[in-house]
């Protein structure tokens, strides 16, 4: 999708009424809907999951602000993503016309979208523990709420994300802070969604993940359609929405986005029929909103702006209104019967996990096998548009790229990925390989250095990306964030600080805290492995004994800690693992080999790095000595001069000084005479 160019300003003023006319109908109506539901639904969507009912007030509050945190998180997440993408005509620094406009919008919906957030801290808390609104009169209550359930953090977690979001907006001129901002707001989104109906229920991990994949993508696609709309009512002719719509990042978006939709229709519905439960009628509902905002951007192509503004607003506000009011009504995938190990994993692993059924036992991670297919994509079409224009790129580094990804499919979709939250040792043989083996393979493939230069003269977008890139990594929180001392810390702590304490016993009974570990240790894993034996340039490179020092540094942690679990007598996350009452499973001897696995798992991949590292090393010194010998050879090098001129210039000093020296003394002599 290419920047928004500037325009002249003119009628501004004037589009305001306008647009926030457009935004507050918006939310208006999914709020009513939302309402209407509620009311309708009455206290059996309380009732029916074991929860007491809160009364109307509880409910129809939570109705208004869920409606407004649907509209204003996709409103300003949009809007932030046109500021991110605008560029102005002019070469002076700052922002376009379109962007000022942008950003003036994003103080006003991140405002608003931050209060709502802030208020369902405490008003959802009540409707999920079934108190009445008198429960805020008494502390007892109010803290039992405030505590009760894990929706008023997750609030609290939206809420901080979108006062950043306002406050970047206020205080910072910076391109990189508030692309930042983005990424807090798209990751915070998430929080109460994880958390909702998709954590219940047969194949809940697969729901979740399909949930955790769409969520961020509608927002920002179905936001920046929102935003284009209400930035064509102030600057009419910018030709936002004809732009989007020859987009083919926002058609994939799109498909993405249905495809997920109806995953998650699937797991929610949970066999029933479609039109047999509100639920059904409400994803019936929302796909026709998705279709209305398709063919009104198959209007905006074809240059029919009324038509497309209006399918537009029409369509995403069935869709917000839907997304707000199916969150009020139980779906049918809470009646399903379910066993215990079911209920935490999604799935049954009733076999032992012998090596046969490790190698035969699949299922789909689908997070981390979307987020491997589309990062291997990008980077071959990086590769592609290099060899298109006649550059060469490395073969050895796509292959490390590949095979870094293609690991991380087979390990997740294995039996050992299946395995691993039901097994401390399968789990501690995932951790190793997503921490230590696959960043090895992925720092390889140098992505960063591929982008700029497959952004290198190219066209304005081409060049745009190049730019911001390049910002993003100048930009100051990076360099802190990728500082050797910080990622040694983080890289190191996240074993003690993980299973040494109860995080790693409330993190695995849940889809949602697996997926986060898993992210944790990939990523943590790269940023230690980019400061080691990585190819990209980062703000702050460490010498190549430096790097060696780094790895040796990191080994006795390793060992330490593999130690720690093969000697401590209380098992980790021993009363999950009870829970689950696997017939097969020996809690004491998967937590001592879950310790040796950390303790040679650890020691065996950081040896491998320090002989890769040793190469490079060679090879560096290899490249500098024949740059240096092409330099003498065409004269290009003036180093053995300059040390020939610095010694004859000491000799000279010397033979001055004991000249001068002489000459004293014979001065000294002829006087004593």
């Known amino acids: 999708m290419t920047g928004f160019r500037d325009e002249p300003a003119s009628g501004t003023k004037t589009a305001k009424a306008p647009a926030a006319a457009a935004a507050l109908t918006i939310s208006v109506t999914a709020a009513t809907v939302a309402i209407i539901t509620g009311i309708l639904a009455g206290p059996e969507t309380h009732t029916s999951i074991a929860r007491e009912f809160p009364g109307q007030a509880v409910v129809a509050a939570v109705a208004v602000l869920r409606s407004v945190h649907e509209v204003f998180s996709v409103l300003t997440l949009g809007i932030l993503a046109v500021v991110l993408m605008s560029t102005s005509r002019t070469n002076r620094p700052g922002w376009s016309e379109i962007s000022a406009t942008a950003r003036s919008l994003l103080r006003v919906f991140s405002a608003i979208w931050a209060t709502a957030a802030l208020l369902l801290t405490v008003v959802d808390g009540l409707n999920t523990n079934g108190l009445s609104m008198t429960a805020l009169n008494d502390p007892n209550q109010l803290g039992f709420a405030l505590t009760g359930t894990f929706y008023p953090a997750a609030w609290l977690i939206v809420a901080v994300a979108a006062f950043i979001v306002f406050a970047v907006s206020l205080l910072s001129e910076s391109w990189a802070a508030h692309a930042v901002s983005l990424w807090i707001g798209m990751i915070a989104i998430l929080a109460p969604v994880v958390i909702s109906q998709v954590l219940v229920g047969p194949d809940h991990d697969l729901g979740e993940d399909a949930s955790i994949i769409q969520t961020p993508l509608a927002t920002v696609v179905l936001g920046l359609l929102a935003a284009g709309v209400l930035l064509e009512i102030f600057h009419p002719h910018c030709g936002i929405l004809r732009r989007m719509a020859r987009s083919k990042l926002m058609w994939a978006g799109i498909v993405v986005i249905a495809c997920t939709d109806v995953m998650i229709s699937i797991f929610k519905l949970a066999g029933t029929p479609l039109l047999e439960s509100t639920t059904g009628w409400q994803l019936l509902t929302r796909w026709a909103g998705l279709t209305v905002i398709v063919m009104a951007l198959l209007a905006a192509a074809s240059v029919r702006r009324g038509a497309a503004r209006t399918g537009i607003l029409v369509g995403f506000t069935t869709w917000a209104a839907m997304t707000a009011a199916m969150a009020l009504v139980p779906s049918p995938n809470y009646f399903a019967p379910n066993s215990t190990v079911a209920v935490f994993l999604g799935y049954t692993v009733e076999a032992a996990p012998d090596p046969l059924v490790l190698l035969t036992h699949w299922r789909i991670n689908l997070l981390l096998t979307t987020v491997a297919i589309a990062a291997m994509a990008a980077y071959g079409l990086g590769v592609l548009r290099l060899r298109r224009r006649g550059d060469s790129w490395p073969v050895i580094r796509t292959l490390c790229w590949m095979t870094g990804w293609i690991i991380t499919i087979v390990l997740m979709g294995s039996g050992l990925g299946k395995y691993s939250p039901a097994d401390f040792g399968i789990h501690m043989i995932v951790h190793m390989t997503l921490n230590m083996l696959i960043p090895a393979f992925l720092v390889g493939g140098g992505p960063i250095t591929l982008l700029l230069r497959a952004t290198t003269g190219t066209g304005r977008l081409g060049k745009q990306v190049h730019s911001r890139v390049n910002q993003l990594i100048n930009w100051p929180g990076l360099r802190l964030l990728l500082h ?102 020996d809690i004491a001897a998967e937590q001592y080999f879950a310790g040796g696995i950390a303790w040679a798992g650890g020691e065996l991949p950081l040896l491998g790095v320090v002989l890769v590292l040793a190469m490079q090393w060679t090879r560096q010194d290899k490249h500098d000595a024949r740059r240096f010998d092409r330099h003498e050879d065409t004269g290009l090098s003036d180093e053995f001069s300059v040390y020939n001129d610095m010694l004859r210039k000491l000799a000279e000093m010397d033979g001055a000084v004991s000249s001068a020296g002489e000459g004293a003394g014979e001065g000294t002599r002829q006087r004593e005479q």
């Open 484 to 585: 050797p001392l910080v990622v040694f810390v983080v890289y190191v702590a996240s074993y003690y600080a993980l299973y040494l304490t109860p995080l790693f016993g409330e993190l695995i009974r849940y889809h949602w805290g697996h997926q986060l570990m898993n992210v944790h240790f990939l990523i943590v894993g790269y940023m230690f492995f980019s400061l080691v034996i990585g190819v990209d340039k980062l703000p702050i490179e460490l010498p190549h004994i430096g790097r060696l020092g780094y790895v040796i540094a990191a080994m006795p942690f390793h060992a330490f800690f593999g130690i720690v679990l093969m000697m401590t007598n209380t098992p980790v996350a021993q009363n999950f693992y009870r829970t689950l009452d696997l017939p097969w499973l």
